[in-house]
Structure formats: structure tokens, C-alpha cells
């Protein structure tokens, strides 16, 4: 990963964010999307 580049979370990261500040959404499918590219400014 270059200095410029967004972190990315891990499923299960994810998961648990949208577990703690989501719980009516927990038990729905996270899909992973596709990489697009880097982050311009």
C-alpha cells in the first residue's frame, strides 16, 4: 500500500461496526465491493 492509498477493513471489522452501531442490520449480507483504483485530490 502506497502513503496515499485508503486502509482497508477486513469483514470482520465491518462486521462488527455495523453490529455495534447497526443492530437491526447485523444478521444482512456485507458484500465486499470491487477495488477501484487509488484516491485522487
Known amino acids: ?3 496515499d ?3 482497508t477493513a477486513d469483514d ?3 462486521r ?3 453490529s455495534d452501531q447497526f443492530p437491526e442490520w447485523s444478521d444482512l ?3 465486499r465491493l470491487a477495488w ?3 484516491i485522487h485530490d
Open 1 to 3: 500500500m502506497h502513503a
Open 5 to 7: 492509498e485508503a486502509p
Open 12 to 14: 470482520d471489522l465491518v
Open 16 to 18: 462488527h461496526l455495523v
Open 29 to 31: 449480507p456485507i458484500p
Open 36 to 38: 477501484s483504483g487509488r
